[in-house]
């Protein structure tokens, strides 16, 4: 089955300061890849997403990349602000038996200091 | 988005008792949804996986018995702790992909359930 690694487990930066969040893969059948953002206690949102047949997505501060041969993808983060804090989610997702099956990392808690 | 409606949002029961979680997807026809269990600080943990009509894939160490998963229309799922024990207390999310989500395999997350068991 699909394998995610997710890294850092905490990232720690100042506001202002760019962060990046990196997770890799094992299965090339996976083909989509998306981003979660959980605050404490809440439902994961949907930040952003990538697809296999693109590179690089951007959405404001957020961007992702994709690298497909060497199997990683990261996450980048500009101009942090306090309310970035929260834990990220990494998924790899491939098709199973007529399912997507997403395979999640297991998180980076961000912490923005003011 | 695709709207996922999850409840009961918190749930207390004593040892011994049964306590089902239903997981609604509003607006789109959810072919496929996913239980899953988190602890504080740590990630989501894949439970099952749930096809509309067909019986749910229980992933390595997640008691079919213990965690029962109905999926019985393209709507609702519910999730049954049977027999609830202190260490069942956790946080029980769903999430449901779909005809909304495309062949993409895009989620939808349900807005969680927290399950104190005294």
């Known amino acids: 089955g699909e394998n995610v690694e997710q890294h850092p487990s905490t990232l720690s930066v100042q506001e202002g300061d760019s962060a990046v969040i990196k997770c890799t893969y094992s299965?090339?059948?996976?083909?989509?890849f998306p981003w979660y953002k959980q605050e404490l206690g809440k439902r994961p949102q949907l930040i952003i997403d990538i697809r296999s047949n693109v590179g690089e997505k951007k959405d404001q501060r957020i961007a992702v990349t994709l690298n497909k041969t060497a199997k990683h993808f990261s996450l980048h983060i500009t101009e942090t602000q306090p309310e970035d804090s929260a834990v990220y989610f990494c998924?790899?997702?491939?098709?199973?038996?007529?399912?997507?099956?997403?395979?999640f990392g297991r998180g980076t808690s961000l912490i923005v200091h003011p | 988005g695709a709207v996922v409606s999850q409840h009961p949002s918190r749930v207390i029961c004593k040892s011994g008792t049964s306590v089902k979680i239903e997981c609604r997807s509003l607006d789109f026809q959810a072919t496929t949804m996913f239980w899953y269990r988190q602890f504080p600080k740590q990630s989501l943990m894949l439970m099952a996986t749930s096809n509309e009509g067909s019986k749910a894939t229980y992933e390595q160490g997640v008691e079919k018995d213990k965690f029962l998963i109905n999926h019985a229309s393209l709507t609702l799922s519910t999730l049954t702790v049977t027999s609830a024990h202190p260490e069942d207390s956790s946080f029980y999310i769903c999430?449901?992909?779909?005809?909304?989500?495309?062949?993409?395999?895009?989620?939808?997350f349900g807005e969680g359930s927290r399950l104190t068991v005294l």
């Open positions: 999430s449901a992909s779909g005809l909304a989500g495309g062949p993409s395999g895009e989620l939808f």
């Open positions: 998924a790899a997702t491939f098709l199973s038996g007529g399912s997507y099956i997403p395979t």
């Open positions: 299965d090339s059948a996976s083909n989509y």
